[in-house]
């Protein structure tokens, strides 16, 4: 507990450390049935191991599915509360404290509080003295928010217009002054008619001067409604914009490792991509299409207003322009599916070969990729054409359509005054005629929006292919063990998708927790796939894998990763300092704890050469770095979080052989207290492991140390035999090997 509040075991160090704001949260959204990781938020939320402001926090809820409210309270709004408890409040000394519930009875009432550090020690009762004493009054009351479904709806216009739905407010604004400035839309043509049948036929001066009056009135408040319609349109848009891309992004980082095994790079990112399109079209033609239509409620009653028969006459012609739009819905949807596959293609190209740029240069492939892209273009911009040559069609049709409204209007008007069988006026029937071409705007404007519709159709499937894919399998409260590092695998069996032969088959193998254990075998043999296994990063396996004891498939994955090391063979940095990427999983880590693990990995030496240490800027790509050199910061990345298992995938593979020698020698240094799997094509930098693990098409071949492999194992004396070659015969591995041949 903070200090005066409870036990007085939390120094002032301590608080400042953590405030307990993420345990709070964490333990209040459990309470409401939100899963929500401390160590995760922390990790990712979180920047620099600080806890955050009061403001992030409650972003970080509402993300999750809270509606959080900060509020400042008394004493007595507790004894109120009831049922809505539990509630955050924070303290003077900056730390927060959950307060679970509120006992009157008695002679003193009390609030029960607990601290959210110290989850395992029991609620303290407080009573009102003690806790004004140390509370600012500050609280924030947490509750589910009913009804959200961002996560469980499938990507589709559905889940779209619920996003656009949740700027109602917004929207609504702008869908009355769209209604205001529709009304105001009318006073032109009753401005002309009112001058035509009433000024110039009767020389009223007066009447004109309060024409203007009324117009400059008019053009003011048509001005401020379009400005606020633009701006609220823009704020709303913006709104929108930000919580798709953050969906979005959030369902890629779910997927499983599978999809982007199955699925190009640049497919990838190009359908993402085609998310822009897809909010441009309802927060901009859809919406303001919608607008336009609204603006019908006011001017198809004016019309009827003023001529019933010429009303009836202009509905007839947008019937007739809605049938043609309506007919030419299908082939437009079919021919922009070609535009979207060519495009694809074109898209998919462009990617692969700025990917492949070192290598088209190496085998001077320029000229062939040249001619590939042109045929690529060419598709593209047929399919392009054909589109459009389609979409023009309806639009050429609709053309004399909507000018006949105008002349036709005219004529028909100027028919039935000349007949005599109605009563109309010259203004009246300019001013008909205005409105009526305003009235089929939104009409004409639905032919314009047919393309955008289908393109944003297309885009829309695109971007749900990824985003729809079924995610990665989590647990919300997986098992979190302590992380020792035992393994055991059980008749594990797993296959590829698509791929005909099991990659592991009937796999079984024990590993002591503190071991160092190698893994080899030839190419295909199984020895990535078991530790892809390890990484929960495929899960649709056949067996029981153990890790501590636990079935890795009750773990929490989360939990799982971050007190795991992985060091692949061609490692990943990102764009930043050599400090960022070192410190990436573990920003809280100290300057000490980086340069060790700097230091063990063997790249402190090169790194004090740099100019600016670790401040160096690595490049897109580590284009500045040499291989050895971006490995040797991605083992210092694993060390620094002190994981309890660490892994090297072919880890060692692309350094030089000082380099490979630090980490050889440092290797027991950095085993201590944690299990190390290893695997490499590289025999001899298995010698020294307390285990080696012999793979064959997805079997356990066989396991021991390397004296003992030497003698039993054809296959791994055969490898070594073959990477060994240039021992001499009076070396000691050749003396030894010969004797344990001859023993065989």
């Known amino acids: 507990m903070s200090v005066g509040i409870g036990v007085e075991t939390a120094s002032r160090e301590s608080v400042a450390l953590s405030t307990g704001a993420l345990e709070a949260l964490?333990?209040?959204?459990?309470?409401?049935?939100?899963?929500?990781?401390?160590?995760?938020?922390?990790?990712?939320?979180?920047?620099?191991?600080?806890?955050?402001?009061?403001?992030?926090?409650?972003?970080?809820?509402?993300?999750?599915?809270?509606?959080?409210?900060?509020?400042?309270?008394?004493?007595?709004?507790?004894?109120?509360?009831?049922?809505?408890?539990?509630?955050?409040?924070?303290?003077?000394?900056?730390?927060?404290?959950?307060?679970?519930?509120?006992?009157?009875?008695?002679?003193?009432?009390?609030?029960?509080?607990?601290?959210?550090?110290?989850?395992?020690?029991?609620?303290?009762?407080?009573?009102?003295?003690?806790?004004?004493?140390?509370w600012t009054g500050e609280a924030l009351l947490v509750k589910r928010r009913?009804?959200?479904?961002?996560?469980?709806?499938?990507?589709?216009?559905?889940?779209?217009?619920?996003?656009?739905?949740?700027?109602?407010?917004?929207?609504?604004?702008?869908?009355?002054?769209?209604?205001?400035?529709?009304?105001?839309?009318?006073?032109?043509?009753?401005?002309?008619?009112?001058?035509?049948?009433?000024?110039?036929?009767?020389?009223?001066l007066s009447t004109l001067v309060v024409l203007v009056i009324g117009i400059t009135?008019?053009?003011?408040?048509?001005?401020?409604?379009?400005?606020?319609?633009?701006?609220?349109?823009?704020?709303?848009?913006?709104?929108?914009?930000?919580?798709?891309?953050?969906?979005?992004?959030?369902?890629?980082?779910?997927?499983?490792?599978?999809?982007?095994?199955?699925?190009a790079t640049g497919l990838i990112a190009h359908k993402l991509g085609e998310v822009r399109r897809v909010r441009t079209f309802l927060t901009g033609q859809l919406f303001g299409g919608i607008l336009d239509v609204t603006t019908l409620a006011v001017l198809v009653p004016t019309m009827f207003v003023l001529d019933p028969i010429l009303a009836m006459f202009v509905l007839g012609i947008g019937c007739v322009m809605a049938t043609i739009i309506f007919v030419y819905m299908g082939p437009v949807r079919r021919a922009y599916v070609g535009v979207i596959e060519a495009e694809h293609r074109k898209s998919a190209m462009m990617i692969e070969t700025i990917q492949g740029m070192r290598t088209i240069k190496t085998l001077a492939l320029e000229g062939r990729r040249r001619n590939e892209w042109d045929t690529c273009v060419a598709e593209a911009v047929r399919t392009a054409t054909d589109l459009q040559f389609l979409v023009n069609q309806p639009q050429t049709l609709l053309a004399p359509l909507e000018k006949s409204i105008y002349a036709g209007s005219l004529c028909l008007g100027a028919y039935l005054a000349i007949s005599e069988t109605s009563v109309v006026y010259a203004g009246t029937l300019v001013a008909f005629t205005m409105i009526a071409t305003r009235a089929t705007q939104p009409i004409v404007a639905l032919a314009g929006m047919m393309q955008q519709y289908q393109e944003a159709r297309g885009a829309l499937a695109e971007v749900a292919s990824v985003v729809n894919a079924k995610p990665e399998t989590r647990r919300e409260n997986g098992v979190k063990p302590q992380m020792r590092g035992a393994i055991a695998f059980h008749d594990v069996r797993f296959t590829y998708a698509g791929a005909a032969t099991p990659a592991l088959d009937g796999i079984e193998f024990a590993i002591k927790p503190g071991?160092?254990?190698?893994?080899?075998?030839?190419?295909?043999?199984?020895?990535?796939?078991?530790?892809?296994?390890?990484?929960?990063?495929?899960?649709?396996?056949?067996?029981?894998?153990?890790?501590?004891?636990?079935?890795?498939?009750?773990?929490?994955?989360?939990?799982?990763?971050?007190?795991?090391?992985?060091?692949?063979?061609?490692?990943?940095l990102f764009k930043g300092t050599i400090r960022e990427n070192i410190l990436m999983a573990r920003p809280d880590s100290s300057p000490s704890e980086m340069i060790e693990a700097a230091r063990m990995a063997g790249a402190e030496e090169f790194i004090e050469r740099l100019p600016r240490g670790y401040e160096t800027m690595i490049e897109e790509g580590a284009s500045n770095l040499s291989g050895g050199q971006r490995q040797r910061l991605a083992i210092a990345r694993a060390l620094v979080t002190d994981p309890s298992l660490l892994i090297f995938d072919e880890a060692t593979s692309a350094l030089d052989p000082d380099s490979e020698a630090i980490i050889s020698e440092n290797l027991r240094r950095i085993a201590v207290g944690r299990t190390v799997v290893m695997i490499s094509h590289r025999l001899t930098s298995l010698t020294e492991c307390d285990q080696i693990l012999v793979l064959e098409r997805g079997r356990l071949h066989d396991a021991g140390r390397h004296d003992d492999l030497l003698k039993r194992c054809e296959t791994y004396r055969h490898l070594w035999f073959q990477q060994n070659r240039h021992l001499t015969s009076g070396s000691d591995h050749a003396r030894h090997a010969t004797a344990a041949v001859a023993r065989g």
């Open 26 to 134: 964490a333990h209040v959204s459990t309470r409401l049935g939100v899963s929500m990781s401390v160590e995760r938020l922390r990790r990712d939320l979180v920047d620099e191991g600080r806890d955050p402001s009061v403001r992030r926090l409650i972003k970080i809820a509402t993300d999750a599915g809270l509606k959080v409210r900060a509020t400042r309270l008394e004493w007595s709004h507790l004894g109120e509360f009831g049922r809505a408890f539990p509630v955050m409040l924070r303290l003077d000394d900056g730390s927060w404290m959950v307060a679970e519930g509120f006992r009157g009875e008695g002679e003193t009432p009390v609030v029960m509080i607990r601290d959210p550090r110290s989850m395992d020690a029991p609620a303290l009762a407080i009573d009102e003295l003690r806790l004004t004493a140390h």
């Open 146 to 204: 009913p009804g959200r479904i961002d996560d469980t709806q499938p990507f589709g216009f559905g889940w779209m217009l619920g996003q656009v739905l949740r700027e109602k407010t917004l929207f609504r604004d702008v869908a009355l002054a769209a209604l205001v400035l529709s009304v105001l839309a009318l006073v032109p043509p009753m401005l002309y008619m009112v001058v035509v049948d009433r000024v110039l036929v009767h020389h009223r």
């Open 217 to 263: 009135v008019v053009l003011i408040f048509d001005t401020i409604l379009g400005f606020l319609r633009r701006t609220v349109i823009a704020v709303a848009a913006a709104k929108i914009d930000a919580r798709i891309g953050i969906h979005v992004f959030d369902r890629l980082l779910g997927l499983p490792i599978d999809f982007f095994d199955r699925n």
């Open 515 to 572: 071991t160092v254990v190698g893994m080899m075998g030839r190419s295909g043999s199984g020895k990535t796939t078991v530790t892809r296994l390890l990484q929960g990063l495929h899960q649709s396996y056949q067996g029981l894998i153990k890790i501590d004891g636990v079935d890795m498939r009750e773990i929490d994955l989360d939990h799982l990763r971050s007190r795991m090391g992985v060091v692949l063979q061609d490692s990943f």
